[in-house]
């Protein structure tokens, strides 16, 4: 995959590719990152006014769980290897797993609503917060939030 660097350093000052996607999903997926949804992370780091980790495989210490590689984009195969859902966002660039340094997943969880971002899928894990933009998919007409908890 081809990356018009100069294009995404406009839409995207916070986050490189290799941020958004593993090594593995920069060579094997067919999908690019959904444009809005990378705009919308962007501006909720701005927002934060804090470091929102994606993937970082450079550093152990801010590994989460075993997604280290797979918390942005994903191939199939690794989504299956990470038992994710069988129609994952991550796999179509419509998901991120975010993970803020010192803070616990229903912590992230508030900073995200205090800044009135809307996401309509969030999941709250115990270390990090999966966002995505199900909505915007095909299911135009069902807007309700879907929201879901696990491991805490
Ligand atoms: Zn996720």
Same mark, same amino acid.
């Given at each position: 995959?081809?990356?018009?660097?100069?294009?995404?350093?406009? /839409?995207?000052?916070?986050?490189?590719?290799?941020? /958004?996607?593993?090594?593995?999903?920069?060579?094997?997926?067919?999908?690019?990152?959904? #444009?809005?949804?990378? @705009?919308?992370?962007?501006?909720?780091?701005? @927002?934060?006014? @804090?470091?929102? /980790?994606?993937?970082?495989?450079?550093?152990?210490?801010?590994? #989460?769980?075993?997604?280290?590689?797979?918390?942005?984009?994903? !191939?199939?195969?690794?989504?299956?290897?990470?038992?994710?859902?069988?129609?994952?966002?991550?796999? !179509?660039?419509?998901?991120?797993? /975010? @993970?803020?340094?010192?803070?616990?997943?229903?912590?992230?969880?508030?900073?995200?609503?205090? !800044?009135?971002?809307?996401?309509?899928?969030?999941?709250?894990?115990?270390?990090?917060?999966?966002?995505?933009?199900?909505?915007?998919?095909?299911?135009?007409?069902?807007?309700?939030?879907?929201?879901? !908890?696990?491991?805490?």
């Amino acid at each position: 995959m081809n990356i018009d660097l100069a294009y995404w350093q406009r /839409i995207s000052p916070y986050f490189k590719p290799q941020e /958004i996607y593993s090594p593995a999903s920069l060579q094997h997926c067919s999908h690019l990152i959904d #444009i809005g949804f990378l @705009k919308k992370i962007n501006h909720l780091r701005a @927002k934060i006014g @804090k470091p929102i /980790i994606i993937n970082n495989w450079a550093s152990t210490r801010v590994k #989460i769980q075993d997604r280290i590689e797979n918390a942005g984009v994903r !191939t199939q195969n690794d989504n299956k290897k990470l038992g994710g859902a069988s129609n994952s966002m991550h796999c !179509t660039g419509r998901a991120f797993d /975010i @993970k803020i340094r010192g803070l616990t997943g229903i912590e992230i969880y508030n900073l995200v609503l205090e !800044t009135n971002f809307v996401f309509e899928g969030l999941g709250i894990y115990k270390s990090f917060v999966h966002l995505d933009c199900r909505a915007n998919l095909t299911n135009k007409q069902n807007k309700n939030i879907k929201l879901w !908890t696990k491991n805490y």
